[in-house]
């Protein structure tokens, strides 16, 4: 069964960070895109980062870079985002999701997780 299953998600300060996992199974992450994005309210879907197969190929939204990083494990097939320096502005429910370029983008990938939410407040 195809399945991407996020967690990590929390309440924590501005300034704080947070790690989140996602652990998928059912598919081999060989070819397309692996995806972080964010449903804020009142904003919809927003791209957040992406990273290719091989583990090197990475892009972020602008208004993460240098403070997320999203990678691959070795021993297990589970994609991170490592989330520093947290803002406000990045509260909202994150989701990993795989397929083809930009696939998010009316929730057309066709994996896509349950969601973990993130709430970052003092």
């Known amino acids: 069964e195809v399945q991407l299953v996020e967690s990590g998600g929390g309440l924590v300060q501005p300034g704080g960070s947070l790690r989140l996992s996602c652990v998928y199974s059912g598919f081999i992450f060989s070819r397309d895109w692996m995806y972080w994005v964010r449903q804020v309210p009142g904003k919809g879907i927003e791209y957040v980062s992406r990273?290719?197969?091989?583990?090197?190929?990475?892009s972020y939204r602008e208004s993460v870079k240098g403070r997320f990083t999203t990678s691959q494990g070795n021993a297990e097939n589970t994609l991170y985002l490592q989330m520093n320096a947290l803002k406000p502005e990045d509260s909202g429910i994150y989701y990993c999701?795989?397929?083809?370029?930009?696939?998010?983008?009316?929730?057309?990938?066709?994996?896509w997780g349950q969601g973990t939410q993130v709430t970052v407040s003092s």
């Open positions: 990273i290719g197969s091989d583990g090197t190929s990475t």
């Open positions: 999701a795989a397929g083809p370029t930009a696939c998010y983008v009316g929730r057309k990938c066709p994996l």
